[in-house]
T-cell receptor
Framework: AQSVTQLDSHVSVSEGTPVLLRCNYSSSYSPSLFWYVQHPNKGLQLLLKYTSAATLVKGINGFEAEFKKSETSFHLTKPSAHMSDAAEYFCVVSDRYGGSQGNLIFGKGTKLSVKP | DGGITQSPKYLFRKEGQNVTLSCEQNLNHDAMYWYRQDPGQGLRLIYYSQIVNDFQKGDIAEGYSVSREKKESFPLTVTSAQKNPTAFYLC????????????FGNGTRLTVT
């Protein structure tokens, strides 16, 4: 069975410092992994996705994530936070062979605050 | 511009009334989804549809109903049987393959008093 755990419900950083949002997953098969961002009262927007190509995935707005199979992790990073990065971030797992996309599992989200 | 439109953005209803949330997409996507979002709980799947005239229950389908008569449209009805309907509802669509990312609308915030 699939599951996804976002290890921090809230992360606070200062503008210009690095961002690390942690995600661990559990999957029976070879997973696809996604990170989405949600600004207040908006829908979710795809930041990046991993589908078994390169383990280091680059996304929009300077974010990237590294797939580490041995650690079952897919942490999201950014070298330098910007005020506009303040939002909620969701890690999502999908079994490659799970068939229906009804098998997408969302983490509970990490709220990122950025201090000036 | 292609995208997903949810309407209305805010909806207020009295307890005991059914209410229908609209979701329309012009992305030519086969699959559409409804999620419910509550603070601190992430997203939970209500219903999804992979083709016209077919849909499947998600994890929390009780008290909800859907239809998929057209590819572009996937309305969600919140019935009076839903015990705790106040929430933020998100509609999404995708090409329907396992690795296809979801495209989301901007949500409808439903308040039932």
């Amino acid at each position: 069975a699939q599951s996804v755990t976002q290890l921090d419900s809230h992360v606070s950083v200062s503008e210009g410092t690095p961002v690390l949002l942690r995600c661990n997953y559990s999957s029976s098969y070879s997973p696809s992994l996604f990170w989405y961002v949600q600004h207040p009262n908006k829908g979710l927007q795809l930041l990046l996705k991993y589908t078994s190509a390169a383990t280091l995935v680059k996304g929009i707005n300077g974010f990237e994530a590294e797939f580490k199979k041995s650690e079952t992790s897919f942490h999201l990073t950014k070298p330098s936070a910007h005020m506009s990065d303040a939002a909620e971030y969701f890690c999502v797992v999908s079994d490659r062979y799970g068939g229906s996309q009804g098998n997408l599992i969302f983490g509970k989200g990490t709220k990122l605050s950025v201090k000036p | 511009d292609g995208g997903i439109t949810q309407s209305p953005k805010y909806l207020f209803r009295k307890e005991g009334q059914n209410v229908t949330l609209s979701c329309e997409q012009n992305l030519n996507h086969d699959a559409m989804y409804w999620y419910r979002q509550d603070p601190g709980q992430g997203l939970r799947l209500i219903y999804y549809s992979q083709i016209v005239n077919d849909f499947q229950k998600g994890d929390i389908a009780e008290g909800y109903s859907v239809s998929r008569e057209k590819k572009e449209s996937f309305p969600l009805t919140v019935t009076s049987a839903q015990k705790n309907p106040t929430a933020f509802y998100l509609c999404a669509s995708s090409m329907g393959r396992v690795n296809s990312p979801l495209h989301f609308g901007n949500g409808t915030r439903l308040t039932v008093t």
